[in-house]
T-cell receptor
Framework: DAGVTQSPTHLIKTRGQQVTLRCSPKSGHDTVSWYQQALGQGPQFIFQYYEEEERQRGNFPDRFSGHQYPNYSSELNVNALLLGDSALYLC???????????FGPGTRLTVL | GENVEQHPSTLSVQEGDSAVIKCTYSDSASNYFPWYKQELGKRPQLIIDIRSNVGEKKDQRIAVTLNKTAKHFSLHITETQPEDSAVYFCAAQHGSGNTGKLIFGQGTTLQVKP
């Protein structure tokens, strides 16, 4: 049983570019949440997807958007990248009726 | 707004000693409190969690306590081992089932000296 997977592992972009990060949830899970973890900080909630809809959103600008597919996999898109967007982006999946969130290995994004 | 404060930010103990990490949350509607361990360059791994209708939970050397009145919860690690060295994060969730977002503390770097 595969756990949560993310791709790519690392990514280097320049300011102003856009990026797409991908996440496949744990088998049997239907909810995907995305978090941004700056160096030395705790993860910060970006948004959560369920049934292909954004269900909740944290305090992130509209440059951050997402999508969920019918197979529950999800994408995080960031437009007009800023230096401050450099971070580890984590996705977490959870199953119906459960609170436990399992994290993927993350994508390390560096914006130059 | 929703906030979780975590202390201490760093903790150094001798192997075999106990370690305690404390968190305080602001949203009284929070009802689920997980603890994650994150080793360098790795994903956060759930080590223990507790729900708001329970005051204490134990799993081998790890225990968590919750004081809803004070809005405090704590992680206790007994008989620490070098492999317990990592960053530990507490979190609080508001919402039922899988609808809640996790609000994380700032993390505690635990160093266990052999």
């Amino acid at each position: 049983d595969a756990g949560v997977t993310q791709s790519p592992t690392h990514l280097i972009k320049t300011r102003g570019q856009q990026v797409t990060l991908r996440c496949s949830p744990k088998s049997g899970h239907d909810t995907v949440s995305w978090y941004q973890q700056a160096l030395g900080q705790g993860p910060q909630f970006i948004f959560q997807y369920y049934e292909e809809e954004e269900r909740q959103r944290g305090n992130f600008p509209d440059r951050f958007s997402g999508h969920q597919y019918p197979n529950y996999s999800s994408e995080l898109n960031v437009n007009a990248l800023l230096l401050g967007d450099s971070a580890l982006y984590l996705c977490a999946s959870s199953g119906a009726g459960t609170s436990t969130q399992y994290f993927g290995p993350g994508t390390r994004l560096t914006v130059l | 707004g929703e906030n979780v404060e975590q202390h201490p930010s760093t903790l150094s103990v001798q192997e075999g000693d106990s370690a305690v990490i404390k968190c305080t949350y602001s949203d009284s509607a929070s009802n689920y409190f997980p603890w994650y361990k994150q080793e360098l360059g790795k994903r956060p791994q759930l080590i223990i969690d507790i729900r708001s209708n329970v005051g204490e939970k134990k799993d081998q050397r790890i225990a968590v306590t919750l004081n809803k009145t004070a809005k405090h919860f704590s992680l206790h690690i007994t008989e620490t081992q070098p492999e317990d060295s990592a960053v530990y994060f507490c979190a609080a969730q508001h919402g039922s089932g899988n609808t809640g977002k996790l609000i994380f503390g700032q993390g505690t770097t635990l160093q266990v000296k052999p």
